[in-house]
């Protein structure tokens, strides 16, 4: 998959067939349209390409909106790179750029830049300044400049707005089974491990304390969950508290891994941790000693869930 931080610098010389959308999560609902998507590329000689935009709109037409999106731009770009897409195009989103009429985005993205033959869009897209044109528009554009438009049925859009939904639901209370079904495979956290309290090191559970940058993340439900990562090309199973750390009067939200049988130091280094199964939801003991009992119960559940993967 070749990667395009914008429509400006795409290589057109290959007509393309083109869909548009944020594609959140990369969910099993997306991945049909991208299968449509990359079929028809490979049947009419094209090349397939997802136009996306980065910032999402509503973090520059409403910067107050607190948007959390299942994916940062890195996972998802990580998640579309193993579907067969042969181009991914971010184009930067700005106040700017949602001034431009239908016809200036039409024919500055879709045929100047992209190279355009066939669009598959949904039924309810909009664009244009003000979001004032829809597909029926783009159809007409596409009558006067050579591409066609194909729609993506009402159910599909449905399906794919229902799943982004439970997704975020599922997340939000802690139920990761059922997100992870929904997105086709574990939902992730990626970030940097920065120094904490050392608090797990005292408890003989020694933790990576994950910093993610992106505001805009997703963050599930405080609570202990089963994770896993891959660390120097090796599976590493553990458990991750998130949450305010209670027993010991934590004011603020951290997000700490431990993981089983290793010994190294992550400090510094960029990790992604896989959310496998939610635990307990985070509590506040009566002691560091109960907190202790707790943790060696949450690590003895862990084993015999992992063992059972195996």
Same mark, same amino acid.
């Given at each position: 998959?070749?990667?395009?931080?914008?429509?400006?610098?795409?290589?057109?010389?290959?007509? @393309?067939?083109?869909?548009?959308?944020?594609?959140?999560?990369?969910?099993?609902?997306?991945?049909?349209?991208?299968?449509?998507?990359?079929?028809?590329?490979?049947?009419?000689?094209?090349?397939?390409?997802?136009?996306?935009?980065?910032?999402?709109?509503?973090? /520059?037409?409403?910067?107050?909106?607190?948007?959390?999106?299942?994916?940062?731009?890195?996972?998802?770009?990580?998640?579309?790179?193993?579907?067969?897409?042969?181009?991914? +195009?971010?184009?930067?989103?700005?106040?700017?750029?949602? #001034?431009?009429?239908?016809?200036?985005?039409?024919?500055?993205?879709?045929?100047?830049?992209?190279?355009? #033959?066939? +669009?598959?869009?949904?039924?309810?897209?909009?664009?244009? #300044?003000?979001?004032?044109?829809?597909?029926?528009?783009?159809?007409?554009?596409?009558?006067?400049?050579?591409?066609?438009?194909?729609?993506?049925?009402?159910?599909?859009?449905?399906?794919?707005?229902?799943?982004?939904?439970?997704?975020?639901?599922?997340?939000?209370? @802690?139920?990761?089974?059922?997100?992870?079904?929904?997105?086709?495979?574990?939902?992730?956290?990626?970030?940097? /491990?920065?120094?904490?309290?050392?608090?797990?090191?005292?408890?003989?559970?020694?933790?990576?304390?994950?910093?993610?940058?992106?505001?805009?993340?997703?963050?599930?439900?405080?609570?202990?969950?089963? +994770?896993?990562?891959?660390?120097?090309?090796?599976?590493?199973?553990?458990?991750?508290?998130?949450?305010?750390?209670?027993? /010991?009067?934590?004011?603020?939200?951290?997000?700490?891994?431990?993981?089983?049988?290793?010994?190294?130091?992550?400090?510094?280094?960029?990790?992604?941790?896989?959310?496998?199964?939610?635990?307990?939801?985070?509590?506040?003991?009566?002691?560091?000693?109960?907190?202790?009992?707790?943790?060696?119960?949450?690590?003895?559940?862990?084993?015999?869930?992992?063992?059972?993967?195996?």
């Amino acid at each position: 998959m070749k990667l395009y931080h914008s429509a400006d610098k795409y290589d057109n010389k290959v007509p @393309s067939v083109v869909t548009i959308g944020t594609f959140d999560g990369v969910h099993i609902g997306h991945k049909k349209i991208i299968e449509r998507l990359i079929e028809n590329a490979t049947n009419n000689g094209l090349e397939s390409v997802i136009l996306t935009f980065f910032p999402h709109p509503r973090m /520059v037409l409403q910067q107050d909106s607190g948007i959390k999106l299942i994916n940062t731009i890195e996972e998802r770009i990580q998640i579309l790179e193993k579907t067969g897409l042969d181009n991914l +195009v971010i184009h930067p989103f700005t106040k700017e750029f949602s #001034r431009l009429t239908a016809g200036e985005y039409v024919h500055q993205m879709l045929i100047d830049r992209l190279n355009v #033959r066939h +669009v598959i869009i949904g039924y309810d897209h909009r664009f244009g #300044r003000n979001r004032n044109s829809n597909i029926t528009d783009l159809a007409s554009y596409g009558i006067q400049n050579n591409f066609t438009v194909e729609e993506i049925s009402k159910q599909d859009i449905d399906d794919v707005a229902i799943s982004s939904t439970k997704i975020r639901e599922a997340l939000l209370q @802690s139920n990761i089974t059922k997100a992870n079904k929904y997105l086709g495979y574990n939902f992730m956290l990626t970030g940097r /491990v920065i120094k904490g309290k050392a608090l797990g090191r005292k408890l003989n559970y020694p933790t990576a304390n994950l910093h993610i940058e992106e505001e805009y993340k997703l963050i599930p439900k405080n609570g202990v969950y089963i +994770v896993k990562s891959y660390i120097d090309g090796k599976i590493y199973f553990g458990m991750m508290n998130i949450g305010t750390n209670p027993t /010991v009067n934590g004011s603020h939200q951290t997000i700490e891994a431990h993981f089983f049988d290793a010994s190294f130091n992550l400090y510094d280094k960029k990790i992604q941790i896989e959310l496998l199964k939610h635990i307990r939801d985070e509590k506040k003991f009566d002691s560091v000693d109960q907190l202790q009992q707790a943790m060696q119960q949450d690590e003895d559940f862990s084993r015999e869930y992992i063992n059972s993967l195996v």
